[in-house]
């Protein structure tokens, strides 16, 4: 059996866990919701999994490539909330206690690393599962590369992409540039959603085929797409991920680490955090009992 590696979407994990939980605090009075809504995440994952390689991918602040090409890019979203970045340093510390790697790069998002890595991963050999509830992702799902919805335990293969989309994942970044996507202020094609994209990617089988018959299109849908075809290539730009972005990583040092028991131990307390040592410090035979012999 191929050795697995898990990469996890960090980022939607902050926000996710942030959102979840209500505010709670430590004992000297500062904001740990996200940090205990992460952890407790990352902990179940763990043990689900059980892991031999793993890293957790971070976006960063500041602008990316698509940010330079296109400067409308993301002009939706909404700012971090303090409360949530006090809280993101303690997160990659105790990530980085637990013995498991951190990725960002200036430049490139979460979803680009990830892409990068797991392509990596596969061409050596690797079982990938990329944790992530961004459907963007889906675009990645190939043999050997799955990907794991964390909000409800979904696992995505090329057969249950197609079941839940109605399309296949070498058609998804066709499907998301027709869509759009309002969160990262990318339009699509006016009156173009879900059902509409996808029927259309069955039929045509690809968007450069849809706009090469346009003119069996209904006069609307003609309409809508003959307005938004510049605009199209540009989509597909926004929405396609990098699989070969510069990364000097090699899989094999994703290694998960040994835990520093003692420090966490140290942390927890200090964060007011009772159950979840004893969560991390369970030993390996238990882990395995726990692993899900269901998901390959």
Same mark, same amino acid.
């Given at each position: ?19 979840? #939980? ?34 957790? +991918? ?28 006090? =809280? ?50 889906? =675009? ?30 070498? *058609?998804?970044?066709?499907? #998301? ?5 309002? +969160? ?10 879900? /059902? ?15 706009? =090469? ?6 006069? /609307? ?40 028991? =003692?420090? #966490? ?24 009992? *726990?692993? *899900?012999?269901?998901?390959?």
């Amino acid at each position: 059996m191929n050795k697995k590696l898990v990469l996890v979407d960090g980022s939607s994990y902050l926000y996710r866990a942030f959102y979840a #939980l209500p505010p709670l605090k430590s004992p000297k009075g500062e904001p740990t919701g996200a940090i205990y809504g992460f952890l407790r995440m990352l902990s179940s994952l763990m043990k689900d999994l059980s892991p031999e390689y793993i890293a957790v +991918v971070f976006d960063l602040p500041g602008k990316t490539f698509r940010h330079e090409k296109y400067h409308g890019y993301k002009a939706n979203r909404k700012e971090t909330p303090d409360e949530l970045k006090s =809280q993101i340093p303690k997160i990659k510390e105790l990530i980085k206690l637990w013995g498991i790697k951190i990725i960002e790069i200036p430049g490139y998002e979460a979803d680009d690393i990830i892409a990068t890595l797991a392509k990596k991963g596969k061409n050596e050999g690797f079982e990938v599962i990329v944790v992530t509830p961004d459907k963007d992702m889906m =675009q990645l799902v190939e043999e050997n590369i799955k990907i794991l919805n964390p909000v409800n335990g979904e696992i995505f293969d090329r057969e249950k992409v197609k079941e839940k989309y109605g399309i296949y994942p070498e *058609q998804f970044v066709d499907y #998301l540039a027709m869509v759009g996507d309002t +969160v990262d202020n990318i339009i699509g094609v006016k009156g173009v959603g879900p /059902k509409t994209a996808s029927k259309l990617l069955n039929e045509f089988g690809s968007l450069e085929k849809i706009l =090469q018959n346009i003119d069996l299109l209904k006069p /609307k849908l003609k309409e809508a797409f003959e307005e938004a075809r510049e605009r199209l290539k540009e989509n597909v730009f926004l929405v396609s991920l990098k699989t070969d972005i510069p990364i000097d990583i090699n899989v094999k040092d994703l290694k998960k680490g040994k835990a520093d028991l =003692q420090k #966490l131990k140290e942390e927890f307390e200090e964060l007011g955090f009772k159950s979840l040592l004893k969560e991390i410090s369970k030993p390996k035979k238990e882990e395995l009992k *726990q692993k *899900q012999g269901t998901l390959f």
